[in-house]
Structure formats: structure tokens, C-alpha cells
């Protein structure tokens, strides 16, 4: 059965071909669209009609929940962000269980509201712990507990707009989410279970099908940060994508259509198994509407559909064997990373990194940025994430590349970054500023950027092995690379955004390396500046959805 299921991926390739973005050859038949989606002649504006009068709320809000107060004032931390940021989740402990306030410090770090600022157009702003997609935050943080230190077990979301926790079900329910996982055995031991999930039309406001790659996406930005702060607070943590839908949907009171769970991360340990759970009843909780009305977008429920897994059996199943991509040897001679001397690195921790974050587009141009911050960015980002389908140890599923515009002691062109070997491997040498910014879809920070980087992944043997849920995984691991390297670049003092493509276009660029590549992910960092008054009103305009 597991055979049978791992060879049907049709539904993750016609997903995948029908949201690339594509331009600017064919805009000439579309005059009124500065990106195109899909693959001719089945071609789409891409951006939604971002009515405003339907935008949807940022937030979930139950209206009959009485919330529960989290601390917001935490333990002085003495571990490096690097540090935590390049850890995989995996450490050497027998026992480690969170309380309500290591519970409080990790939800308000990946999913919270930091604060709220007024602009002088009036506008409220706000500012949340992780970057999304066009600030189109569609991301839910729930978790199902054993009883912590400070909190009673039971089922949880966290409201991220007033930092509270709002009890959906009282009791110890970690059983059902062990039987959901087929037995993951991070599960088993995990005194605490994160569950995020994702209201698609959040983001579908805007981005329309292609929204289904942003849930992926947006989510590994929220889990770099999450794994970082379990790290500092000395918890275990593993990803885990092997899971039965509909039986998390249902634990969640979550109808798995609109909202649909998309990733589990155990954390902490414990050697007490889990009781068995309570009956997992229907919830009738109301909550405030998200708009008065939705677009539907029917790719993103088919291709969720035909990804999911029926079973705790399936997924055991699923993410049973073991998938090792085939690394080439370089062609040309490789250029070994030189990352910063130890006493050069920054000392500050992971929450003062996450509390000052910004999606960061603006770059100065006329300052390079050395090679050692480069390569730490790359060392600290590419040791991998414990995930319950991906082999411990093993090179990652996709290949980085980089467009090097400004870095001393680097030329400026095109590599291929290789991880076993912490090296690049050149492709092409000279100036790509034009390249950059063609290849981001026209965007002006690609060009000014020092580093862009890419993540490709080559979706053939992967799905293969994995089925159409493979499509989640790639998406995932991808982009946390891309997190992962943000945070680094905010820990070295630079700025850093992700940012998108024209799909076929970055397979090209890097070919023949990269032939038969699937675009993924892109960020791009360098030496920030102050932007114009000028740039600010663009971004408040964006951020408007005119």
C-alpha cells in the first residue's frame, strides 16, 4: 500500500506547475498583471483581487473562551542565537519538561504579537515574532499538554493578539496524537505537543492557490524560531510531518477544509507514557468571523487532500525507509568556507535576535559584507532539522545556491553551495545585479542585496519515494534553511528578507547545475540602511494591498 500510495504524484506536480510564477514574456497578453501564474497557455494574474472589504482578520479569536494569562518576563539567556539556531532540535537529555512559563516564552517567540505601532497615516501596525508572506499571517500555534509545572494538561490555542492561552478541551489528549503519528517516538516522550495549522484564505486573500506553498513556508519561518528557543531553553524537538489529518483536524475542532493542521513538533521529554486519552467529542466554539466573505480556491483543497494521510498506520508507513538524495561531486574546484574566529561571533541571545527582527529591504550597496559572515550564515543554517521523515545526519533534500553581488573576498556571480564539504562550487563569474532582480520577479532588493539565496529541490525522486505528501516536506525543509539563514543574518547585525521567483527562470540561471530543479525558496541579506521616505510609503501601500 505504501508502494502504491509513494508512486502517485500527480497531484503534487499539476499543483506545482499550476502556481509557478512566470513573467515578464507573457505579460504582454495580460496588461494588467505584473505576474502571471501557472504554465501557457493555462496562465493567471497572480496576485488576488484583495478586496478590502473582505481582507480576513489576522488572528483567530474564540468569543466564549475565557483566555488564560501568559508571563511575558523570562529567564536571562547565556546561549549564542547562533548556537541555537544551528542546532537540530536533537539533544542528550533524559528528562526535560517545559513550565507555563518556558510554554509562554516559546508561543510568544514563534507566533506571538511583540508590539503594536501607529504610523502617521494612522494605521495600526503590527509586529509579530515571525515573518509572513505579504503580512498575510494565517498561522495558528495550538498544543496539547500533560500536566506542566503552571499549567493543567489539555488541549490549547494560543491567542497570539492578546498572548493567552484559550482551553479547548481539559485533559491529557497526547495519546491521541501518539496514535495519530503511527507511535513517532519524539511523540511518545513529548510532555508537550505543538500543533500549527493554517487558515488558508488568510493568505489566498492575496496570493491566491499559490498560498498552499506560503503555508509551508511561513511555517518553517515560525518553527526556526521555535526550535531556537527550545534549544536555549534545553527542550528536545522534533518535526514531525507523518501524521493522520483528520484525526488532529478533529482533536483541534478544526475542519481540516478552511483551517487544516499542517505540522506537529514534539518537544521536550519524558520516559512517563501518556494515559490514555478522553473521548475526543465534536466542539461548537464560536469564533469572530474572519471576513464576510471567501474565495475558494479549489487547488489548494485538492492538492491538501490528495497529501494527507488517513491514518496512524499510513503514517508510520509513510515515513518508514530511509531517502538519501544523490549528491554529485563538483565540477570546479571548491572554495572552502572561512567562518568568523569564535571570539568574533555575537554573544546575543536568540530572543533579543527574534525581538528585533524585520523584514529588511533595503541594502547598502556601497558597503560589501565580509566572507566569514557569509560563511557562518551558511554553517549555522545548514546542519539540518530533526524531522521524523528525514535521515539523521544525511545531506538535505535540496541544493542552495547564491547570486553574490557584494561580498569581499568572493567574486560576484553564481555558486552552488555544498554542505558536506562547507564549500561553494563557482558556476559563473561576474556582475548578476540585473539577474538578481529579474530572477525575484523585477524586485529592487534582489539587485541590492549582497547575497541571494536559493534553495532548489529536485522533486522528481523525492516524490517518488514520499507520494504527494513529499510536496509538504520539500516545501518545509527548504524554507527553513531560508529562515534559518535570516535569523543568522539579524544575529550578525546584517537585514534579510524572503522573497519569491519566477520558477523556471531560477532553474535556468543555475543550470546545467541545477537542470531538472524545482525553485523552492529565496532570501536575500546583505548591510542594511535606513529606507527613503519614498520606500516607506511603498511598503505602507503594500502592506494596504493596493
Request: hydrophobic share 45%; net charge negative.
Amino acid at each position: 500500500m505504501a508502494r502504491e500510495r509513494n508512486q502517485d504524484t500527480a497531484a503534487a506536480w499539476r499543483f506545482h506547475n499550476a502556481t509557478k510564477y512566470t513573467g515578464p514574456t507573457y505579460l504582454r497578453d495580460y496588461p494588467d498583471a505584473a505576474i502571471l501564474m501557472g504554465e501557457p497557455p493555462h496562465l493567471v494574474q497572480a496576485m488576488g483581487e484583495q478586496d478590502p472589504a473582505i481582507e480576513p482578520l489576522p488572528y483567530k479569536i474564540y468569543t466564549t473562551l475565557e483566555p488564560i494569562p501568559l508571563p511575558r518576563d523570562f529567564p536571562t539567556s547565556d546561549l549564542p542565537a547562533l548556537d541555537a539556531l544551528a542546532a537540530t532540535g536533537e539533544l542528550e537529555t533524559t528528562g526535560a519538561v517545559p513550565d507555563l512559563n518556558t510554554v509562554a516564552r516559546l508561543c510568544l517567540r514563534s507566533n506571538g504579537l511583540l508590539k503594536r505601532w501607529r504610523s502617521p497615516s494612522g494605521r495600526e501596525i503590527d509586529f509579530r515574532a515571525a515573518g509572513c508572506t505579504g503580512a498575510r499571517y494565517h498561522l495558528e500555534l495550538y498544543l496539547v499538554s500533560g500536566e506542566l509545572p503552571g499549567l493543567e494538561a489539555g488541549v490549547y490555542q494560543y491567542a497570539a493578539h492578546d498572548h493567552s492561552l484559550r482551553q479547548l478541551r481539559a485533559g491529557d489528549y497526547r495519546a491521541a496524537v501518539v496514535a495519530a503519528t503511527g507511535e513517532e517516538p519524539a511523540i511518545v516522550a513529548a510532555p508537550l505537543i505543538a500543533v500549527w495549522t493554517s487558515t488558508f484564505w488568510r493568505n489566498a486573500w492575496r496570493y491566491q492557490a499559490r498560498a498552499y506553498r506560503h503555508v509551508y513556508w511561513d511555517t518553517a519561518t515560525a518553527l526556526a524560531n521555535l526550535l531556537a528557543v527550545a534549544t536555549d531553553a534545553r527542550l528536545p524537538a522534533r518535526v514531525v510531518l507523518g501524521f493522520a489529518d483528520g484525526e488532529i483536524n478533529a482533536l483541534l475542532a478544526v475542519d481540516g477544509e478552511r483551517e487544516a493542521a499542517v505540522s506537529l513538533v514534539a518537544l521536550g521529554r519524558s520516559a512517563d507514557a501518556p494515559p490514555d486519552s478522553p473521548s475526543i467529542r465534536p466542539l461548537e466554539l464560536a469564533t469572530l468571523p474572519l471576513s464576510e466573505r471567501e474565495i475558494v480556491f479549489p487547488e489548494i483543497g485538492a492538492m491538501h487532500a490528495a497529501s494527507s494521510l488517513t491514518s496512524g498506520a499510513e503514517a508510520r508507513a509513510w515515513r518508514a525507509g530511509a531517502f538519501v538524495p544523490s549528491i554529485p561531486p563538483p565540477v570546479k574546484a571548491p572554495i572552502m568556507l572561512e567562518p568568523l574566529d569564535a571570539a568574533a561571533l555575537p554573544t546575543d541571545p536568540i530572543d533579543a535576535v527574534i525581538e528585533r527582527r524585520r523584514s529588511n529591504r533595503h541594502y547598502a550597496t556601497e558597503t560589501p559584507i565580509s566572507f566569514a559572515a557569509v560563511s557562518t550564515m551558511l554553517i549555522s543554517s545548514l546542519r539540518g532539522t530533526a524531522m521524523d521523515c528525514l535521515v539523521p545526519g544525511a545531506p538535505p533534500l535540496f541544493t542552495p545556491y547564491l547570486i553574490v553581488n557584494n561580498v569581499a573576498g568572493l567574486q560576484p556571480g553564481s555558486y552552488a553551495v555544498l554542505p558536506e564539504q562547507q564549500a561553494l562550487e563557482p558556476l559563473r563569474v561576474g556582475e548578476m545585479h540585473d539577474a538578481a532582480s529579474r530572477l525575484a520577479c523585477d524586485q529592487d532588493c534582489a539587485a541590492d542585496a549582497h547575497v541571494n539565496a536559493y534553495a532548489l529541490t529536485d522533486l522528481g525522486p523525492l516524490l517518488e519515494h514520499f507520494g504527494n505528501r513529499g510536496y509538504r516536506l520539500a516545501q518545509l525543509e527548504a524554507a527553513l534553511f531560508g529562515a534559518k539563514l535570516q535569523l543568522a543574518a539579524h544575529a550578525l547585525g546584517l537585514g534579510a528578507v524572503g522573497s519569491t521567483s519566477f520558477d523556471d527562470e531560477v532553474t535556468a540561471h543555475f543550470s546545467p547545475h541545477a537542470a531538472g530543479k524545482s525553485f523552492m525558496f529565496i532570501a536575500v541579506f546583505g548591510a542594511r540602511r535606513r529606507p527613503s521616505s519614498s520606500e516607506v510609503a511603498a511598503k505602507s501601500k503594500f502592506l494596504k494591498g493596493q
